[in-house]
Nanobody, 123 residues
Framework: QVELIESGGGLVQAGGSLRLSCTASGRTFSSPAMGWFRQAPGKEREFVAGVSGRGSSTKYADSVKGRFTISRDNAKNTVYLQMNSLNPEDTAVYYC????????????????WGQGTQVTVSS
C-alpha cells in the first residue's frame, strides 16, 4: 500500500507559476514510476507527466511540453511538478499517482492515487 499526499496547489494569474509536490509513503518499491494527472470539471482525467523510478526518463503530454517539468527526489520520496506559463486551460484538480513505468502511466494505468490538489489559473 502506498499513500500519496499532494501539496502546492493554489490560485495564480495566467502566466504565473506553481510547484506541486507529492510525497509517497509505504511500499513504493513495487510501483517505482510516478506521475501527475489532472481533471477539469466536466472532463475526463488526463495524463500530464511521468517520471521513472530513477528519474532518468520522463514523459509529458503535448499540452504541457516546454512549460511543465517533472522531477523527483528519491531521498525524500517526493515527486515535483514545476508548472510555468500557466494558462486558464491548466485549471484542474491535479493528482499524483504511482505506476510501473512512464509508459503505463501515460495510458492511465496506475496503482495508487493521491487525494488531489486544486490548481486555478485566472485570466
Amino acid at each position: 500500500q502506498v499513500e500519496l499526499i499532494e501539496s502546492g496547489g493554489g490560485l495564480v494569474q495566467a502566466g504565473g507559476s506553481l510547484r506541486l509536490s507529492c510525497t509517497a509513503s509505504g511500499r513504493t518499491f513495487s510501483s517505482p514510476a510516478m506521475g501527475w494527472f489532472r481533471q477539469a470539471p466536466g472532463k475526463e482525467r488526463e495524463f500530464v507527466a511521468g517520471v521513472s523510478g530513477r528519474g532518468s526518463s520522463t514523459k509529458y503530454a503535448d499540452s504541457v511540453k516546454g512549460r511543465f517539468t517533472i522531477s523527483r527526489d528519491n531521498a525524500k520520496n517526493t515527486v515535483y511538478l514545476q508548472m510555468n506559463s500557466l494558462n486558464p486551460e491548466d485549471t484542474a484538480v491535479y493528482y499524483c499517482a504511482t505506476g510501473i513505468s512512464t509508459t503505463t502511466l501515460a495510458t492511465l494505468q496506475t496503482l495508487s492515487w493521491g487525494q488531489g490538489t486544486q490548481v486555478t489559473v485566472s485570466s
